[in-house]
């Protein structure tokens, strides 16, 4: 099934009616009695996922984890902020038990409207705390590092930008390639103004609206970039990291600059999950984000073919990706990253 593209639970409430009800029944309870057991996880059942990580990575995780507990999870697909506004619009009645997303800035908008419960404390000790939301409500599930992809034969090594932040003067013009109307892009966006200020950020808009070549896609630009169609383009690492696991032809011709130095243009953005807090079935629904971040879930991903990087439970990456420690990307509050605000910033100088 596929849908558009684009209070805390009840067991709380009863939680604190038990702990009431036993404090004042009178029953001591021995001194040597055996303490009970935990509660054993949920087995059974199924829960619906709003999806808008890859579809391949996202049913590998699904399948994996139905083989395991025997919990079933219902993809529904859709893109980070088109299936966030469903979330907003549905609220309460949001049929959805986990959302995961392929940036963090459509987590921070469902985290901002308090539509997420807490993360189970076991679950957010699995991952680094820069890769998850400050509040506890979400935690990263994988990253993408963004890069310059870049033709060295129109542009040779010595040529390329020191920052991305050049790519705003007007040497630039006409010599990159950008694609506005993704999330991808809207991310990146978003970390250029957390790191330089509004006022920075926004003259760097205006400079990039001025300068880029449009384009629909990271995998377009790409592809631009190989033919010798523009010198290059900003993208996410793992676009050419899978062509070239394939056969290469749309990036024979390309190299990658990954900018480093806690450059804006170094920012690794984080794809998040979390449960909602109108999930009608939390336990299952906590224990799919326990495995995605678990070392087992944390293999599926470096083992698959989506070339993300994995960030939690120590699972290193794929081996063919550069090292997630050489990265150096800048430091970034994630649940801070406003997409409403750069969406309308972006509408503001006309590239939306």
């Known amino acids: 099934m596929r849908i558009t593209r684009r209070g805390m639970f009840s067991i709380a409430a009863a939680s604190v009616l038990t702990l009431a009800t036993a404090c004042g029944s009178g029953t001591a309870t021995p001194s040597n009695a055996v303490p009970p057991a935990p509660a054993a996880p949920a087995a059974g059942g199924s829960i619906v996922l709003y999806n808008a990580q890859h579809e391949a990575l ?170 010798g169609e523009v010198p290059g383009g900003v993208i996410y690492h793992y676009y050419w990291y899978g062509d070239q696991a394939d056969s290469g032809a749309n990036s024979a011709n390309t190299k990658l600059q990954f900018f480093g130095n806690k450059d804006p243009g170094a920012f690794l953005s984080v794809s998040g999950g979390g449960v909602l807090a109108s999930s009608k079935h939390a336990a299952q629904a906590q224990q799919f984000l326990a495995f995605m971040t678990s070392a087992e879930g944390q293999k599926v991903l470096s083992d698959s073919k989506a070339l993300e990087y994995s960030v939690a439970s120590g699972i290193a990456p794929n081996a063919k990706l550069k090292p997630l420690t050489e990265l150096s990307p800048p430091d970034v509050d994630l649940n801070t990253l406003n997409g409403p605000k750069i969406v309308t910033e972006m509408q503001r100088v006309g590239l939306l």
């Open 58 to 227: 996202a049913q590998l995780w699904a399948d994996a984890f139905a083989a395991k507990t025997g919990i079933k999870v219902e993809l529904r697909n859709g893109s980070d902020f088109e299936l966030a506004n469903q979330i907003v619009t549905e609220g309460a009645a949001a049929p959805a038990d986990v959302f995961i997303t392929e940036n963090s800035p459509a987590m921070s908008l469902l985290s901002s409207k308090g539509l997420f419960a807490p993360v189970d404390e076991a679950t957010a000790a699995q991952v680094p705390a820069k890769y998850s939301s400050s509040k506890g409500d979400w935690v990263g599930v994988a990253a993408r590092s963004t890069v310059f992809v870049y033709n060295p034969t129109l542009l040779p090594a010595g040529q390329l930008p020191a920052s991305i932040m050049d790519l705003a003067k007007p040497e630039w013009k006409g010599r990159f390639g950008i694609s506005p109307s993704g999330a991808d892009f809207q991310a990146i966006v978003s970390a250029v103004y957390a790191v330089q200020g509004d006022a920075a950020g926004a003259a760097w808009l205006q400079g990039v609206k001025d300068n880029a070549k449009i384009y629909k896609g990271n995998s377009t630009i790409m592809k631009a970039a190989n033919a």
